[in-house]
């Protein structure tokens, strides 16, 4: 009978339910366990990597069920944001995308103009998701849910109170900084409310003026070109431009006077009459959203400009302006300032256009004045001359300048070196001697003192929003921003952070480095849905700054939004201060909320109980905005005590080795894979997947493999249970060889003892995989790796295994894949006739008694004899009819074991002293012309030992003579075994001398 998933699972999600058995109340008498995760996106079912972040946690909650701990595990949806916004706008559009995802998702075509309603899709979705992590088998406290925004008056009584106290602690500030920005949505795009370029952040270019000989008219002209490195001004040999864009004619002057009260930002804009510009289109559009009035007022190709000269800033010298075809229109000003000697883009470009004639006599340009162009040296650093982007590109060989993959990691490691080990040259005049990561501020601070350049910003990669618009940089004035460019905060948060436990530990520095990375944050905006920030309405609290702190809130939610304890229009600061803070006398209080001191006090009761939090699951992305988040955010609010303690990170799920991605056809909802493999078969490959910050793959022939293994163990308990006479019988088919009830040994044996002390091993190291959240680990310890050794036990006990071994492998193995395969567990639970449920039963720690290294090693030992006679039957190439093994000798285990004492571990006795000490023994003094020779293997032993110890020595006789029967039956011959000298030992080849204590000699017949 195969694995029924869907009637199984159903039956005990079902018994979950109805018994409340993953409700969490507090219990002082017992060590509590609170974990969280990032609440999911409600704008869509979950697919499979929120599957595999979900289930680590949940994996991680039942094993510390099962360790005894008091363990609450909530759930929550998140609604905040633009996402749902915008993909309602596009469903009111008709967007064609937007319409196929609804129907991908399972949406009916009827239903889908329901979701132009932003409000539809909090009340659809939730629910959605809520079935789907049901019947992933989620041992999740639902009573204490809760949905996000203003349609949640509790929800958002509680955001109020949180940024209310921030704004009072001067967290929250009114400023004016660069911001990615949507055009069209005109609003702030967070990391939740973008379609592509999550983490993508405002980058600072330094826009340097190129004068142009000839103005247009009255107004000054000049050339733009934005630049990473103005420490390179001083290597400018020319201007690039693309013949083919055509560029504008900018009138540009500051919206800003500089005796305003500003930003330091933009105190960089000069207060002068306006200025020509000669840009990009598409730059003069950015110019105008970061402190610019930017008119165009006519075009220029970039062909009309070549051969012109400009006066270089920075340096004050005539370049020429020639043709590249690296110009982006789309990226900086479209016009790119040439460094040769520091910029292999700029080298190759040089190099193409000195050895293209045709090229420079299509353009009217003098070659010989090209030709006479020279690289510059401007930078000393490690590994390199004085050119260095010349010498990489030749190391490299770089084509020419469409060579891109070469070129970018040329650019890479050039700039790589020369920012960290640079040292400017004296071609940079005052700045000679200066390290570059120095000399680029102090250059940038000259030229914008002197007005020879100003700044802009870009997005550090390409940003789409979630309405599909491409995002810029502004520079936005009155926006409210969290401050995390405070210096004290980011010191707290450093301190916090030390004292947490991160897994996988790599992850302590990349926290540390987004802390110090950290700019003021935007934290508000005009569009979506959300809670209004409390003191100007104006503004809505941003999706990535609302849900920091929200964990606290899990601990109330079921008395505010279940039982309505208090009603949300009474809900105000007062509360949450009391509640969370412990501010306020609760009789005073009650009065105001219309409820009991007492239930104002249980509330209370229950935030201390559980807070903080112990550990937050979420996948690596997170780490450079919401997880560093939520310890600022945490910091600010509460006391020290009550600051987050753990972060577990994973990376994102790979399918069969690739991204999953819609357009490769590897992209899997939960619901799909739950539909065709089940819960226990989807968690148990999702966590085999992968540990750690890595991503982790998803391989479907693992995946549809995992049925089979649960039929096996599930039909093995209950064919072991028929046999144990314990249990009602029931169809299946497993891969374990059924046990023969006739047959069963009931005296333990060495390979019994060796089996539990197997067992125990597994069990411990699987303790340790899952306290340090390495998932793969432990199921591969506690099912792959325990099933082979059970395997192994069945071959030794020719599957008649000692009665209470089989039964406590039965319940050991079932208590491990609980947390793994938990419908699967409760079943067997059930058919082994145990009480309760394997949920709640205790993790197997009683095992560490089992353990037995003398069993161990006769195990080891045995199967290096089967390996050796395997070796010598290879070697002979014929099959024997008997074979004899002999052990060895007296006088050779006495000289070993004289060996053994004396070697401490520290240092090798000599073999002088191993020997007088063996001579010294009546039956090593006969063999007085062997023992030198052995000594000598021996101390060459010990010195080639990890632990300068010799191996303990076994009762091989004994163990042999037990296995002989196995041993029979593997090999299917005539056995014999002899010790060495032994009177009864028969040894017509003399084989017996080249027994050794731990190798026995070996003669075939």
């Not at 609604?79 to 309602?88: E, K, L, R």
């Not at 052990?887 to 070993?896: D, G, H, I, Q, S």
């Given at each position: 009978?195969?694995?029924?998933?869907?009637?199984?699972?159903?039956?005990?999600?079902?018994?979950?339910?109805?018994?409340?058995?993953?409700?969490?109340?507090?219990?002082?008498?017992?060590?509590?366990?609170?974990?969280?995760?990032?609440?999911?996106?409600?704008?869509?079912?979950?697919?499979?990597?929120?599957?595999?972040?979900?289930?680590?946690?949940?994996?991680?909650?039942?094993?510390?069920?099962?360790?005894?701990?008091?363990?609450?595990?909530?759930?929550?949806?998140?609604?905040?944001?633009?996402?749902?916004?915008?993909?309602?706008?596009?469903?009111?559009?008709?967007?064609?995308?937007?319409?196929?995802?609804?129907?991908?998702?399972?949406?009916?075509?009827?239903?889908?103009?329901?979701?132009?309603?932003?409000?539809?899709?909090?009340?659809?979705?939730?629910?959605?998701?809520?079935?789907?992590?049901r019947r992933l088998g989620v041992s999740v406290d639902w009573r204490r849910k809760f949905i996000t925004t203003s349609l949640n008056p509790y929800y958002d009584a509680f955001i109020r109170w949180q940024f209310t106290k921030l704004h009072e602690l001067g967290f929250v500030r009114l400023g004016e900084h660069p911001i990615i920005w949507c055009p069209k949505c005109n609003s702030p795009v967070g990391d939740h409310a973008r379609h592509t370029g999550e983490g993508e952040t405002p980058q600072e270019f330094t826009l340097l003026k190129f004068k142009l000989e000839e103005t247009d008219g009255q107004l000054p002209t000049y050339m733009l070109a934005a630049t990473l490195r103005p420490e390179t001004v001083y290597g400018q040999t020319n201007l690039w431009v693309d013949p083919k864009i055509e560029y504008v004619k900018a009138r540009a002057s500051p919206e800003k006077s500089n005796d305003c009260e500003c930003d330091d930002l933009v105190s960089d804009v000069p207060t002068s009459k306006e200025e020509l510009w000669i840009v990009s289109r598409e730059c003069a559009q950015k110019l105008s959203g970061q402190g610019w009035n930017v008119q165009v007022s006519g075009t220029i190709t970039g062909k009309d400009l070549l051969g012109k000269l400009v006066m270089a800033p920075g340096i004050q010298r005539k370049i020429p302006i020639l043709p590249s075809q690296f110009c982006n229109p789309s990226k900086g000003t479209g016009i790119v300032t040439s460094v040769p000697s520091d910029a292999p883009d700029d080298w190759m470009g040089l190099h193409d256009l000195q050895n293209d004639p045709d090229m420079a006599k299509q353009y009217g340009l003098d070659l010989e004045m090209i030709k006479a162009i020279d690289p510059i040296a401007i930078i000393s650093s490690e590994g390199w001359g004085g050119l260095p982007a010349v010498e990489i590109c030749k190391k490299l060989g770089v084509q020419d300048q469409n060579d891109r993959v070469k070129l970018d990691a040329a650019k890479k490691e050039i700039y790589k070196t020369g920012f960290y080990t640079g040292v400017m040259t004296e071609n940079a005049e005052e700045f000679n001697g200066q390290k570059v990561e120095f000399a680029k501020e102090a250059i940038k601070e000259k030229m914008l003192k002197e007005g020879n350049a100003h700044l802009m910003w870009e997005p550090t990669g390409a940003v789409v929003c979630r309405c599909l618009t491409p995002s810029v940089v502004q520079l936005v004035s009155n926006q409210w921003f969290m401050a995390y460019d405070e210096s004290d905060w980011k010191e707290k948060v450093h301190g916090a952070i030390a004292d947490m436990e991160l897994f996988p530990a790599s992850t302590r520095k990349q926290f540390d480095y987004v802390v110090d990375w950290l700019h003021d944050w935007p934290c508000t905006r005009e569009h979506g849905l959300g809670t209004r920030l409390p003191w100007d309405d104006k503004w809505m609290i941003e999706s990535l700054s609302d849900s920091t702190v929200y964990m606290a809130y899990y601990t109330i939610s079921r008395q505010l939004e279940q039982e309505h304890i208090i009603e949300a229009s009474l809900l105000d600061t007062d509360f949450f201060d009391y509640v969370f803070l412990g501010n306020g006398i609760p009789s005073e209080l009650a009065l105001r909320y219309e409820c009991t001191s007492n239930q104002l006090e249980q509330m209370r009761a229950e935030f201390t109980y559980w807070y903080p939090f112990d550990m937050r699951r979420s996948g690596k992305d997170l780490i450079q905005n919401h997880l560093t988040f939520t310890v600022f955010h945490h910091t600010a609010l509460f006391p020290k005590k009550l600051w987050p303690k753990g972060f577990g990170v994973n990376g994102w799920v790979l399918v069969d080795g690739e991204k999953m991605s819609k357009s490769k056809g590897n992209f899997m909802t939960l619901r799909q894979v739950l539909d065709k493999l089940g819960a226990d078969v989807t968690r148990l490959s999702l966590m085999y997947g992968g540990d750690g910050i890595?991503?982790?793959?998803?391989?479907?022939?693992?995946?549809?493999?995992?049925?089979?293994?649960?039929?096996?163990?599930?039909?093995?308990?209950?064919?072991?249970?028929?046999?144990?006479?314990?249990?009602?019988?029931?169809?299946?088919?497993?891969?374990?060889?059924?046990?023969?009830?006739?047959?069963?040994?009931?005296?333990?044996?060495?390979?019994?003892?060796?089996?539990?002390?197997?067992?125990?091993?597994?069990?411990?190291?699987?303790?340790?995989?899952?306290?340090?959240?390495?998932?793969?680990?432990?199921?591969?310890?506690?099912?792959?790796?325990?099933?082979?050794?059970?395997?192994?036990?069945?071959?030794?006990?020719?599957?008649?295994?000692?009665?209470?071994?089989?039964?406590?492998?039965?319940?050991?193995?079932?208590?491990?894949?609980?947390?793994?395969?938990?419908?699967?567990?409760?079943?067997?639970?059930?058919?082994?006739?145990?009480?309760?449920?394997?949920?709640?039963?205790?993790?197997?720690?009683?095992?560490?008694?089992?353990?037995?290294?003398?069993?161990?090693?006769?195990?080891?030992?045995?199967?290096s004899v089967m390996?050796?006679?395997?070796?010598?039957?290879?070697?002979?190439?014929?099959?024997?009819?008997?074979?004899?093994?002999?052990?060895?000798?007296?006088?050779?285990?006495?000289?070993?074991?004289?060996?053994?004492?004396?070697?401490?571990?520290?240092?090798?006795?000599?073999?002088?002293?191993?020997?007088?000490?063996?001579?010294?023994?009546?039956?090593?003094?006969?063999?007085?012309?062997?023992?030198?020779?052995?000594?000598?293997?021996?101390?060459?032993?010990?010195?080639?030992?990890?632990?300068?110890?010799?191996?303990?020595?076994?009762?091989?006789?004994?163990?042999?003579?037990?296995?002989?029967?196995?041993l029979r039956s593997q090999f299917n011959v005539e056995m014999g075994v002899f010790q060495a000298g032994h009177a009864d030992s028969v040894d017509p080849a003399g084989k017996s001398k080249a027994a050794i204590p731990g190798r026995p000699a070996i003669y075939l017949e």
């Open positions: 009978m195969v694995y029924d998933h869907a009637s199984i699972e159903g039956k005990w999600q079902a018994i979950w339910e109805e018994r409340g058995t993953y409700h969490s109340e507090p219990d002082p008498g017992r060590p509590k366990f609170f974990l969280n995760m990032p609440y999911p996106y409600s704008n869509g079912v979950p697919h499979l990597g929120h599957a595999f972040t979900y289930t680590s946690g949940e994996v991680l909650c039942r094993y510390k069920r099962m360790q005894g701990f008091n363990v609450l595990f909530p759930y929550a949806f998140h609604c905040t944001g633009t996402p749902i916004v915008a993909a309602a706008d596009r469903i009111k559009e008709g967007e064609p995308g937007q319409t196929k995802i609804m129907g991908d998702m399972g949406i009916p075509e009827s239903d889908i103009p329901k979701f132009a309603d932003a409000e539809h899709w909090t009340r659809h979705f939730p629910g959605e998701i809520e079935k789907d992590m890595d991503d982790p793959n998803w391989d479907t022939e693992l995946a549809d493999s995992f049925g089979k293994r649960l039929d096996s163990w599930l039909n093995f308990a209950r064919s072991s249970m028929e046999t144990l006479g314990t249990s009602d019988s029931s169809d299946a088919q497993t891969t374990n060889e059924p046990i023969d009830a006739t047959k069963i040994q009931t005296n333990k044996a060495s390979i019994d003892r060796w089996f539990l002390s197997r067992m125990a091993d597994l069990v411990d190291r699987t303790t340790q995989a899952f306290e340090s959240m390495s998932f793969r680990n432990a199921l591969k310890l506690c099912y792959f790796d325990l099933q082979k050794e059970f395997k192994w036990y069945q071959r030794r006990t020719a599957n008649k295994p000692n009665l209470d071994v089989l039964a406590t492998f039965l319940e050991v193995q079932t208590k491990l894949l609980a947390p793994f395969a938990p419908h699967l567990a409760e079943e067997v639970w059930e058919i082994l006739g145990k009480p309760g449920l394997a949920s709640n039963a205790s993790w197997p720690n009683e095992l560490d008694g089992l353990r037995d290294e003398v069993a161990e090693n006769g195990e080891d030992y045995l199967r390996d050796d006679i395997n070796e010598i039957r290879r070697i002979v190439g014929t099959e024997p009819t008997k074979i004899t093994l002999y052990t060895a000798p007296e006088w050779k285990l006495k000289v070993y074991a004289i060996a053994s004492s004396l070697a401490n571990g520290d240092s090798i006795p000599d073999m002088g002293t191993i020997i007088k000490q063996a001579m010294a023994e009546p039956d090593v003094k006969n063999y007085s012309k062997h023992v030198p020779n052995y000594v000598k293997k021996l101390v060459n032993a010990l010195r080639t030992s990890a632990g300068k110890q010799l191996p303990q020595l076994l009762d091989e006789k004994a163990m042999l003579d037990e296995a002989i029967d196995f």
